[in-house]
């Protein structure tokens, strides 16, 4: 009996351990990861990667955020005081932005629960659908 304790309380630091976050080379993100960070930030290098579970944060030399799924595709870009590039937003999204705030830029997005969650150099929280369509603010 000892001996089954042993052996369980090791596979679950064993299952502990591996789901921990920790550090890859930019090599080990998915391909349609590395695609999108060389298509919106073109000559920014990256910081760092680390892998969380499922999930892969990455951050440029410039402090921008991002998070991927597993296959690649993105769940959150923070630029920080930046914009965030063009083409990231759904096309209906960004032009609703620039007719309705047209000082005011986006520097955060996150996709999340099929919604879209935008966040404005002012700190305005805006919220799309998955379509981009504006459904309301965030406060």
Known sequence: ??????????VLLLGLFSSCDRTVSVDKLPNQAKQFITAKFNGTEVLSVRKDGLKYEVVLFDGTEMEFKSNGQWIKVDCGLNPLPDGILPANTAQFLSTKFPVNYPTHVKYEHKRYEVELENDLDLVFDKNGNFTGSDD
């Not at 009996?1 to 090791?10: E, Q, W």
Request: glycine share 0%.
């Open 1 to 10: 009996m000892k001996k089954f304790f042993a052996i369980l309380s090791t």
